[in-house]
């Protein structure tokens, strides 16, 4: 089964640039879709980003549409999340996830919904300050 971890987190300051990444092990990611989720305390978590391996396709929260780009490595063992022109609601702890399944795919790019099956990491903190 995939395992993730997230690395890339950090402190910028507003209009700053950070890249997440999402490194997988125990599979490539080849049959997944991956999704970059936020949290900040006392709030769900909510969709950024996700990427559908299957076929390539993206989806973007309409908070981050034109400043951020997700992308997978060509051996489909990474995702990445580039994010640019940070702003300070942008802070929050950044999770990705990984489904397979074409019913989760669906909930989980196009809906941006958290649900059941999406094996999760265990973040990297963001923080946007000046």
């Known amino acids: 089964q995939v395992q993730l971890m997230e690395s890339g987190g950090g402190s910028v300051q507003p209009g700053g640039s950070l890249r997440l990444s999402c490194a997988a092990s125990?599979?490539?990611?080849?049959?997944?879709?991956i999704a970059w989720f936020r949290q900040t305390p006392g709030k769900e978590r909510e969709g950024v980003s996700c990427i559908n391996n299957n076929n390539g396709q993206t989806y973007y929260a309409e908070s981050v549409t034109g400043r951020v780009t997700i992308s997978t490595d060509n051996a489909k063992t990474t995702v990445y999340l580039q994010m640019d022109s940070l702003k300070p609601e942008d802070t929050a702890v950044y999770y990705c996830?990984?489904?397979?399944?074409?019913?989760?795919?669906?909930?989980?790019?196009?809906?941006?919904?958290?649900?059941?099956?999406?094996?999760w990491g265990k973040g990297t903190p963001v923080t946007v300050s000046s």
């Open positions: 996830g990984a489904v397979h399944d074409a019913l989760s795919v669906q909930a989980m790019c196009a809906g941006f919904r958290n649900v059941d099956t999406i094996k």
């Open positions: 125990g599979s490539t990611l080849d049959y997944y879709a």
